[in-house]
């Protein structure tokens, strides 16, 4: 039976899919630094990966391995080098949580630009005595101008919603979509510079790169509106956190919303110093249906990839496909 290794407790009956195909060392507690996870995939075919990174030092350890299977669309933390190299084949889980995950960059964007978070901490600590016509007045969402810099699927899910605001929408990408995509959701495409300067509300949704690294640094920021938002539901390091400390501390921009971080977990505690922030713990696909979705997507291409179940051989979603031909 081949052996494959699960880094973090995931749903029971995922794990019991496993089990009918593989001989599963399914580790049950906190997040495993890099090296125990190196040591745990020695000896294995195949792993279930949760975001945990699998690096050049773990794959060059796993003369067996050929199957890494990431519950994530996101899949930086994959050495894709690596894997190429060795013949690993890496595999993600994208389109599941398109629409969850805009559904939250709405919520995030919304509780930015309406301070509830904010709003919340004051009610919840006794401080309401009366009404007053400038209490914790934000921006409006309704009429204004979505931003969005990366169009892939969830941009697109999260630019489609905008219609029912009667917001306009720009967005920025690598390049630009389809013309009739382009028609469909009302969207202008824009240089990231024009985009930064007319937004309203800027929702980052680019996938994390060399390239995309600090898309969002001192210069950007610098360019934005002081009544913006920024939203952030891509990836840490897409911002440039302590630039962005700054911005906000400085009210250059009027507010953030954030569901990834730099280091994250151990985020920039400076954040917590702010007022005008609201901070998730990397959650946006975090519905229950979205997530055992993601799950089960991640063990079907686990075990097709590994040559079991009823698409043996052929994994729903290989990100380095040329690795199946050889
Ligand atoms: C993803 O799927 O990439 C989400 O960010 C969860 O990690």
Redesign the pocket.
């Known amino acids: 039976m081949k052996k494959v290794f699960v880094s973090r407790p995931i749903f029971p009956d995922v794990i019991d899919r496993l089990r009918r195909y593989f001989e599963v060392d399914a580790h049950d507690g906190l997040a495993l630094p890099a090296d125990e996870i190196a040591a745990r995939l020695a000896d294995k075919d195949g792993a279930f990966i949760?975001?945990d990174p699998v690096g050049a030092k773990a794959i060059e350890g796993a003369p067996n391995l050929k199957v890494v299977s990431n519950?994530?669309?996101?899949?930086n933390n994959f050495d894709m080098q690596a894997f190429n190299a060795h013949g690993v084949l890496g595999t993600?889980?994208p389109d599941v949580?398109n629409e969850t995950?805009a559904d939250f960059g709405w919520a995030l964007m919304m509780a930015t630009a309406r301070r509830i978070t904010e709003s919340e901490h004051f009610l919840r600590l006794g401080k309401w005595k009366e009404w007053s016509y400038d209490a914790f007045t934000g921006s409006d969402i309704y009429g204004s101008t979505l931003g969005v810099i990366g169009m892939g699927r969830i941009g697109q899910a999260l630019a489609r919603r905008a219609r029912g605001f009667s917001m306009r929408v720009i967005y920025h990408n690598r390049s630009r979509v389809a013309p009739e995509i382009e028609a469909e959701l009302n969207a202008e495409y824009a240089s990231k510079e024009d985009l930064l300067k007319r937004a309203d509300h800027v929702v980052l949704v680019v996938p994390y790169s060399a390239e995309s690294h600090h898309t969002i640094g001192e210069a950007e920021l610098a360019l934005m509106k002081p009544s913006a938002t920024l939203t952030n539901i891509a990836?840490g390091g897409i911002v440039d956190d302590a630039a962005l400390i700054d911005a906000l501390r400085r009210k250059q921009i009027a507010a953030a919303g954030l569901d990834?971080f730099e280091g994250e977990p151990n985020f920039n505690r400076n954040f917590l110093t702010l007022s005008n922030v609201v901070l998730t713990p990397?959650i946006?696909?975090a519905s229950e249906a979205t997530r055992r979705a993601?799950a089960n997507l991640a063990a079907d291409n686990l075990i097709a990839g590994l040559g079991e179940g009823p698409r043996a051989g052929n994994p729903p979603n290989p990100i380095n496909p040329d690795v199946l031909k050889k």
């Open positions: 949760a975001g519950m994530a669309v996101g899949y993600n889980t949580l995950t990836r990834v990397h946006a696909s993601m």
